[in-house]
């Protein structure tokens, strides 16, 4: 069996301009959201990664017309049927399970297997089918497969014990199309979900209060045809300022809104990197200073992203002294502390955290992407490390970071991709 790996011989200094894509947590979503529309969708900005291609699979299970050019996506719901997603597509993105909430609303009934994704401990979906039942829909487990139906859905109003991404936009999805008012109470405030309801208000919902703790929302009889521009990956551009920071001299990263980035920006400052806002560009300047140890936690928005504590790690192992992390949302979130430590960090792994002895030089070394988020964490390592990094289980990679090997060799990366025998 072989099996393609990126290959990075580090310690080359990157120069340049980089420009973000849009961002994939509010692609997965829009995607569905637009066949809650009984007319065509335009979506402007799509990243070109996999996970895109494994909607586009599911949408065309489900009879829709999906048009893919270059970063514009058309979907056309106006013919599709109401057929069960069972197929192995479901498995491979986590964000497959927003067809529950478009489906349930739209035809008042779903049949979908157990949804995919990155493994990051456990990662339960309770939250979205309390909202589902909340609606008055009935929920069964058969065979791998959620089957959830009501004869209708009506408003009403749902607590969310955490403030769950996933389960903020899947009830708003349900409830668009529900009779009467519902009320989401502890929403979650990420910018992705205010970009899936600024879709959902273009295509005629009624949708109050999306980024405050409460969201409320006016069902509707029907939704229409609209078109959406993206906002950017606040995590693309997230790893860039980490691998700027780690390896740039002087990069340009464009196309940030640098407002969804300010606790990143806040922890990069305190590590002593220098940078500058510029519009919607963000500067980052090389520098022979060492970096300072820092402590951080996760947290949900606006707090330090879990998706960034990755690739941060990195950057902590090249700072003097002790640095720590602490995990408040995916707490066994650590997978890529012992692959980084076969690079030569030092990292030791405690219950939700992780403590950073540090500086360590890094050496090249053949490590595996356990996760999308782990991947941009070897990234960063490979690029700053002595020797070749080949990163295996790419596939993690390609799933949320669109053509990275091409942004990197832009800026002056020697990074290639081959096949492997394992
Ligand atoms: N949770 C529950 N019950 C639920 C839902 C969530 O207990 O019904 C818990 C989770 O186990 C976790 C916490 O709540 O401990 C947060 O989960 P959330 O629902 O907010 O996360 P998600 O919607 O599954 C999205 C992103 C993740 C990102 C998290 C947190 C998508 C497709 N995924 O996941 O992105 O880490 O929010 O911000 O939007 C990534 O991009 O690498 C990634 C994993």
Avoid: W
């Avoid at 979906?125 to 039942?133: A, P, Q, V, Y």
């Avoid at 999306?210 to 069902?219: L, Q, R, Y």
């Avoid at 192992?317 to 995990?327: D, N, P, Y």
């Amino acid at each position: 069996m072989s099996e393609k790996v990126i290959a990075i011989e580090g310690g080359y200094k990157l120069n340049g301009t980089v420009r973000i894509s849009g961002a994939k947590n509010a692609t997965v979503a829009l995607i569905p959201a637009a066949v809650l529309a009984d007319e065509p969708v335009d979506i402007y900005g799509v990243p070109e990664i996999s996970d895109v291609e494994a909607l586009a699979t599911l949408l065309r299970e489900l009879d829709c017309d999906v048009k893919i050019e270059g970063e514009d996506i058309r979907i056309d719901p106006s013919h599709m049927k109401e057929i069960p997603l069972v197929s192995e597509a479901v498995n491979k993105l986590r964000a497959s399970y927003y067809f529950m909430g478009v489906l349930l609303g739209k035809y008042k009934k779903v049949k979908i297997r157990m949804p995919g994704g990155c493994y990051l401990g456990p990662r339960p979906i309770d939250l979205h089918l309390k909202g589902f039942k909340a609606l008055g829909a009935t929920i069964e487990y058969v065979d791998d497969c959620y089957i959830i139906e009501a004869e209708e859905l009506i408003g009403n109003s749902i607590y969310l014990d955490f403030a769950s991404v996933g389960a903020t936009i899947n009830i708003m999805f349900a409830a668009v199309k529900a009779k009467g008012k519902t009320i989401i109470e502890n929403a979650a405030k990420e910018p992705e979900i205010i970009d899936v309801a600024n879709l959902l208000v273009k295509m005629g919902a009624k949708i109050r209060g999306v980024g405050t703790d409460t969201i409320t929302i006016e069902g509707v009889e029907e939704l229409h045809g609209t078109f959406h521009e993206i906002i950017p990956d606040r995590i693309e551009a997230g790893t860039f300022l980490i691998i700027a920071a780690a390896a740039g001299e002087k990069v340009i990263i464009q196309n940030i809104i640098p407002q969804h980035l300010e606790a990143l920006i806040s922890k990069l400052k305190e590590m002593g990197v220098k940078m500058e806002v510029v519009g919607d560009s963000i500067i980052v300047y090389g520098s022979e200073e060492p970096l300072q140890n820092i402590k951080v936690k996760t947290q949900i928005y606006p707090g330090l992203a879990t998706d960034l504590q990755q690739p941060l790690t990195t950057l902590m192992t090249q700072a003097e002294g002790i640095s720590q992390v602490q995990e408040t949302i995916y707490i066994e979130r650590f997978k890529h502390c012992e692959q980084l430590n076969k690079m030569g960090a030092h990292i030791e792994v405690g219950e939700a955290k992780s403590t950073i002895f540090g500086a360590t030089p890094l050496h090249g070394a053949r490590v595996m992407a356990t996760d999308l988020r782990c991947g941009a964490a070897l990234v960063v390592a490979g690029l700053i490390a002595k020797g070749k990094t080949e990163i295996t289980n790419i596939y993690h990679i390609d799933r949320g970071y669109d053509n990275i090997d091409h942004k990197l060799i832009t800026l002056g990366a020697h990074v290639t991709r081959y096949e492997i025998d394992d």
